[in-house]
């Protein structure tokens, strides 16, 4: 039976979800740090954590919603591993391009794989601002073997070094969905219907019949696709200090 997961998300970027062309990803971040049990024809409900609504309302963007739908995602295929991902050529577009001035091709989720029995990744994303201390890791820098993995998780120093890489390599699953209504900054206001469901952290599983007249009226009114940008990139875009 169909089951559904639920997450706070606490940065709408454009990166974890990465909601861009055809796909709708989830290659990072929460549900893959903690190895949800999702597999193919679950769902992915993501709603706006409390500390993103605030620089949101801040910001002057729907100061009228208290807290927004994000996204709803359809799993229409078995999850993959990172390097299964980034060697699929239906996801080639999802590798990032640093220098690009199209703000989505920057943010692509394709980043890390295998070469050679090593780990590498393209530093493209925010992992530079969480962990200043891999500032000055070269772009594509293989940092350790594959078996090394446990451990340096294991490692206090290595896991304070690398944690969020870590923790993404950890995860190693790609959640990909085709049928998928991404909101963003169009602020769809969370229906009540949803809050018995909302984790205070981390994740939580409701059954699909739960909530399928729901989501199947959201389908029927919106239609499947990206309706809004990234949260984060709108603030940005207004050009707040947030």
Known sequence: MAKVLFYRITHDDGFAPNPYGKYLTLATCTPNHMRANLQKDDWIIGIESKSLARKRRKAGIHPEVKQSLIYIAKITETPITLNEYFRDERFSYKKPKPDSEIYEERRGDNVYYIEDGL????????????????????DEELFFPVEKLQELWQDKKSRKKYGAILQDIRGNRVFISEEFLYFGDMCLEC????????????????????????????????????????????????GSKL
């Open 191 to 238: 229906n009540e219907k949803l809050s018995p469901f909302i984790p205070q952290r981390g994740i939580k599983y409701c059954g699909f019949k739960q909530i399928k007249d729901y989501i199947n009226e959201l389908i029927k009114k919106y239609g499947f696709g990206r309706h809004g940008n990234p949260i984060l990139f709108t603030i940005k875009k207004l």
């Open 119 to 138: 780990w590498k990744w393209i530093k493209n994303h925010d992992h530079k601002k969480f962990n200043k201390l891999i500032k000055d890791i070269p």
